[in-house]
């Protein structure tokens, strides 16, 4: 059980105080504004070093406050105890963000993975089934990112690569292209390897629990890579270069790269057609929430270990029997984090090792 305590300084509108977690199961409950969502926000920054809801640090400090403060104590399952410790100071060009683990001060984001898995359930998920191709490929991404610390480099590297190719395209540098597509090339294939893999696994995975939760057979993800050799095979480096010259023209005269996994397709199908377009709302959403479940096995079965769940209200728009097929399906977890909405019968949730606090104005109070 990893959170014994979590003592946020002004973080959003939050107060001061160490709230104690000790519980396998904790629930906030409240009206919409209270803080319910901050306090799993409070949670995800400690184990991620960065917000779910803001890409702005500067957003979390309180209004009128030039810094805060996240102070965690933790334990694993093993009864290893760690703090982590996280300060955000605003100044006046820029923020400042320190963060230590065990008093050791972190110099990389990546250093705080595998130390206290999240997966986050909220209603922005809706976007991996109805959202852009870039939301898509982030879900892929970030669950191969909970653990697998390889990944986060070589995306770092193709971005970088991407990024300095498209300058080369735009200002008509085109002598650097030839050392640039190298570059593309070699991070590129790597990502394309672990996305194909991740969703093979994805697929033995998500289908099954789809079909528990709404009696639909047959859903699946594919991937659609932006190289590729055919509908199964992933090319080899030889034919990727030919792919990546084809379109050495036209992207000359567009100035950004045309071909790569920065342009790689995920859909949802069924029976060979795509889901997606035909599905009603709630099946769109479940898609969204089963996602969020199959990402949690998939963690574990990376890792074997057992992730902490975060739900943010994403059970009110499901009637009481789906409600009741989705938490009976929710995958081992170490810990669960919920947040309902005053009225929500989290009765029929609950157990002996359930906590729950109700949330008003940013103070909390165990009931």
Same mark, same amino acid.
């Given at each position: 059980?990893?959170?014994?305590?979590?003592?946020?300084?002004?973080?959003?509108?939050?107060?001061?105080?160490?709230?104690?977690?000790?519980?396998?199961?904790?629930?906030?409950?409240?009206?919409?504004?209270?803080?319910?969502?901050?306090?799993?926000?409070?949670?995800?920054?400690?184990?991620?070093?960065?917000?779910?809801?803001?890409?702005?640090?500067?957003?979390?400090?309180?209004?009128?406050?030039?810094?805060?403060?996240?102070?965690?104590?933790?334990?694993?399952?093993?009864?290893?105890?760690?703090?982590?410790?996280?300060?955000?100071?605003?100044?006046?060009?820029?923020?400042?963000?320190?963060?230590?683990?065990?008093?050791?001060?972190?110099?990389?984001?990546?250093?705080?993975?595998?130390?206290?898995?999240?997966?986050?359930?909220?209603?922005?998920?809706?976007?991996?089934?109805?959202?852009?191709?870039?939301?898509?490929?982030?879900?892929?991404?970030?669950?191969?990112?909970?653990?697998?610390?390889?990944?986060?480099?070589?995306?770092?590297?193709?971005?970088?690569?991407?990024?300095?190719?498209?300058?080369?395209?735009?200002?008509?540098?085109?002598?650097?292209?030839?050392?640039?597509?190298?570059?593309?090339?070699?991070?590129?294939?790597?990502?394309?390897?672990?996305?194909?893999?991740?969703?093979?696994?994805?697929?033995?995975?998500?289908?099954?629990?789809?079909?528990?939760?709404?009696?639909?057979?047959?859903?699946?993800?594919?991937?659609?890579?932006?190289?590729?050799?055919?509908?199964?095979?992933?090319? &080899?480096?030889?034919?990727?270069?030919?792919?990546?010259?084809?379109? $050495?023209? @036209?992207?000359? %005269?567009?100035? !950004?790269?045309? /071909?790569?996994?920065?342009?790689?397709?995920?859909?949802?199908?069924?029976?060979?057609?795509?889901?997606?377009?035909?599905? &009603?709302?709630?099946?769109?959403?479940?898609?969204?929430?089963?996602? $969020?479940? @199959?990402?949690? %096995?998939?963690? !574990?079965?990376? /890792?074997?270990?057992?992730?902490?769940?975060?739900?943010?209200?994403?059970?009110?728009?499901?009637?009481?029997?789906?409600?009741?097929?989705?938490?009976?399906?929710?995958?081992?977890?170490?810990?669960?984090?919920?947040?309902?909405?005053?009225?929500?019968?989290?009765?029929?949730?609950?157990?002996?090792?359930?906590?729950?606090?109700?949330?008003?104005?940013?103070?909390?109070?165990?009931?």
């Amino acid at each position: 059980m990893p959170f014994l305590s979590l003592n946020p300084v002004n973080f959003r509108n939050l107060k001061n105080e160490t709230i104690d977690l000790l519980a396998r199961e904790v629930y906030f409950t409240g009206e919409n504004g209270q803080g319910k969502s901050n306090l799993l926000e409070a949670l995800y920054y400690s184990a991620y070093g960065a917000s779910f809801r803001t890409r702005a640090d500067s957003e979390i400090i309180r209004n009128s406050e030039s810094a805060c403060a996240l102070h965690t104590l933790y334990r694993e399952e093993n009864g290893s105890t760690h703090t982590t410790s996280i300060k955000i100071i605003r100044n006046a060009n820029k923020i400042d963000k320190k963060i230590e683990k065990d008093g050791k001060i972190l110099h990389d984001r990546k250093e705080l993975i595998n130390t206290m898995p999240c997966v986050l359930y909220n209603h922005d998920d809706l976007d991996f089934a109805v959202g852009s191709p870039e939301r898509r490929r982030f879900f892929i991404d970030q669950s191969l990112s909970m653990y697998d610390v390889l990944y986060i480099d070589v995306m770092r590297r193709y971005k970088r690569v991407l990024k300095n190719r498209n300058l080369s395209l735009k200002n008509k540098a085109f002598d650097l292209i030839d050392t640039y597509d190298a570059q593309l090339v070699q991070n590129g294939i790597e990502i394309q390897k672990k996305r194909n893999d991740a969703v093979f696994s994805f697929n033995q995975i998500f289908g099954r629990l789809y079909e528990e939760v709404t009696g639909i057979d047959g859903v699946s993800i594919r991937y659609c890579p932006s190289w590729k050799k055919n509908a199964e095979v992933l090319p &080899s480096p030889s034919e990727v270069y030919d792919i990546v010259h084809s379109h $050495r023209e @036209a992207e000359r %005269v567009m100035g !950004t790269t045309l /071909t790569g996994p920065h342009r790689d397709r995920i859909v949802f199908v069924r029976k060979g057609s795509a889901f997606v377009p035909t599905a &009603s709302t709630g099946q769109r959403r479940l898609l969204a929430l089963i996602l $969020r479940t @199959a990402q949690a %096995v998939f963690y !574990t079965h990376a /890792t074997s270990k057992k992730p902490v769940l975060l739900m943010d209200d994403v059970l009110l728009e499901l009637d009481p029997e789906k409600r009741r097929r989705v938490t009976t399906l929710l995958p081992d977890y170490d810990q669960l984090f919920c947040t309902f909405l005053p009225g929500e019968p989290y009765e029929h949730y609950k157990t002996d090792a359930t906590r729950v606090y109700s949330i008003e104005k940013g103070n909390w109070k165990q009931i």
